[in-house]
């Protein structure tokens, strides 16, 4: 578990991860180094993973968001994940359980271009038994983990 000192260093990093230590430092009570010391021990203990920045698919052409549930022959998982795992259509994709073995997310620049990967590459060069896909209309809630 984190202090509250860590819980809060964590917070204004997650509203802007370019917060300067010496904000961070004056808010939490804190010398700039005692608040570097911290975050090296966060990122050391795998708290933090990374540091990034988040695009937006949609100024990049990807205008449709879909949703994938696979049912994958239980035999052909091991090789079709690390094969689902090369196709840069999906950004993100879980194992599963219940009816369908994999859900998948991905990012397509219109029906057509999705029609086109289900077709010819989803439907054409992997084992599925069955599947639905969904496209995504809004996003009401979208984050990872936050504190």
């Known amino acids: ?35 570097r010391y ?3 021990k966060l ?20 205008n449709i968001l879909a949703i994938f549930n ?4 239980p035999k052909m998982m091991r090789s079709t994940l690390s094969k689902l795992v090369g196709l840069d259509e999906f950004i993100k994709i879980y194992q599963t359980t219940g009816q369908f073995s994999i859900n998948a997310i991905g990012l397509f620049d219109n029906e057509k271009s999705l029609t086109r990967f289900i077709n010819n590459k989803l439907l054409f060069e992997f084992p ?15 984050t990872d983990y936050e504190i």
Do not use: C, H, W
């Not at 203990?45 to 949609?58: A, D, R, V, W």
């Not at 599925?128 to 979208?142: A, G, H, L, P, S």
């Open 43 to 62: 990122e050391k203990g795998g708290y933090i993973k990374s540091y990034t920045i988040l695009l937006n698919p949609k100024k990049f052409g990807k």
């Open 128 to 142: 599925i038994q069955n599947y639905t896909v969904e496209i995504v209309m809004r996003k009401v809630k979208d």
């Open 70 to 73: 696979l049912e994958i022959e």
């Open 1 to 35: 578990m984190v202090s509250k000192v860590d819980n809060r260093i964590l917070e204004m990093l997650q509203l802007d991860v370019r917060t300067p230590v010496s904000k961070i430092a004056k808010e939490v009570g804190l010398s700039e180094n005692g608040v």
């Open 38 to 40: 911290r975050l090296e």
